[in-house]
Nanobody
Framework: QVQLVESGGGLVQPGGFLRLSCAASGIDFKLYPMDWYRQAPGKQRELVAAVTSRGGTYYVPSVKGRFTISRDNAKNTVYLQMNSLKPEDTAVYYC?????????WGQGTQVTVSS
């Protein structure tokens, strides 16, 4: 059974930083692409960043240069380092495992950027 557990969310002032973590179990983690999504109130869930099994990365233009996705296959964990946070980054952030025919989601972690 796949389990993804996010942590690291919280309240931060504009310009601040947070690091989200997602610990995976129940899968051979190193084989699969991992994604971070976010969903703001009243909006659709959107892909924020992705990392392939080989470490290639993708970022949505609104976070490029501010966010960094990385993975530690030894720890079965994917990270999202978020710098220069803006109020528009406020959302619930979800970790997602792309299992090639199905996806598995974490429970989400709230990120609030506000002064």
């Amino acid at each position: 059974q796949v389990q993804l557990v996010e942590s690291g969310g919280g309240l931060v002032q504009p310009g601040g930083f947070l690091r989200l973590s997602c610990a995976a179990s129940g899968i051979d983690f190193k084989l699969y692409p991992m994604d971070w999504y976010r969903q703001a109130p009243g909006k659709q869930r959107e892909l924020v960043a992705a990392v392939t099994s080989r470490g290639g990365t993708y970022y949505v233009p609104s976070v490029k240069g501010r966010f960094t996705i990385s993975r530690d296959n030894a720890k079965n964990t994917v990270y999202l380092q978020m710098n220069s946070l803006k109020p528009e980054d406020t959302a619930v952030y979800y970790c997602c495992a792309d299992l090639g025919g199905s996806v598995s989601w974490g429970q989400g972690t709230q990120v609030t950027v506000s002064s």
